[in-house]
């Protein structure tokens, strides 16, 4: 299942990251650039990385020149993640364009690649709740609270995977057909950002 699949990818992204832990690691990708796990292992590291500059940008004793420049950093990097979901979406539209799409097939509300973001998200989330469970200095209650949010997370992963999984089925049936919308993001546009506007 793609589900199965692309949860193993952000797994080994998640893993690789915290080897060293650090935002301004260097990022490397084993896989061939024109293969979908590409697309999964680099989308996975901008959400991993994004994920430890919001731990960063919340320290109440950042200098607040700092936390700007993080600000910044989760600006492009919200930019890069939403990249690679069209990406990963175009992917999807080239690998099912000749399917026959049935006459009473629908749309779904939202795209594979932005299911899949959230399963990228969800990975995220489990990763780092594990760590919590398993934290030794921390005490009996933390743990069981937090096992059982880890609980809750397992279910969504299930019940996120078996919908990604149904909806990918039905598009290769021609059950559901999918579009893909530009996000068209106005803030970093200078004709459509009043401020910017204003600094030309």
């Known amino acids: 299942m793609f589900s199965e699949f692309a949860f193993g990818i952000f797994e080994e992204s998640i893993q690789k990251y915290h080897i060293e832990d650090e935002v301004d690691q260097p990022f490397e990708n084993q896989y061939p650039k024109h293969d979908i796990a590409h697309l999964l292992y680099r ?12 731990d960063i940008i919340r320290d109440p ?6 936390a700007l420049e993080i600000k910044r950093k989760i600006d492009a990097s919200n930019q890069d993640r939403t990249d690679l979901v069209e990406y990963i979406d175009g992917y999807f539209l080239e690998k099912y364009q000749s399917v026959e799409i049935l006459k009473d097939s629908t749309i779904n509300t939202e795209s594979p690649a932005w299911a899949i973001d959230r399963l990228s998200i969800l990975a995220l989330k489990i990763y780092h ?23 809750v997370l397992l279910e969504q992963k299930k019940d996120l995977s078996i919908a990604i999984d149904q909806l990918l089925a039905d598009i290769e049936a021609g059950r559901k057909y999918m579009k893909v919308y530009k996000q068209m993001k106005m803030y970093n546009d200078e004709e459509l950002n009043p401020v910017l506007r204003a600094q030309k």
């Open 129 to 151: 709740m594990k760590v919590e469970v398993e934290r030794k200095d921390a005490t009996p209650e933390h743990i069981e609270k937090c096992n059982g949010k880890l609980m």
């Open 61 to 66: 004793d950042i200098e607040p020149k700092k």
């Open 43 to 54: 989308k996975n590291w901008i959400d991993t990385v994004q994920w430890h500059y919001e």
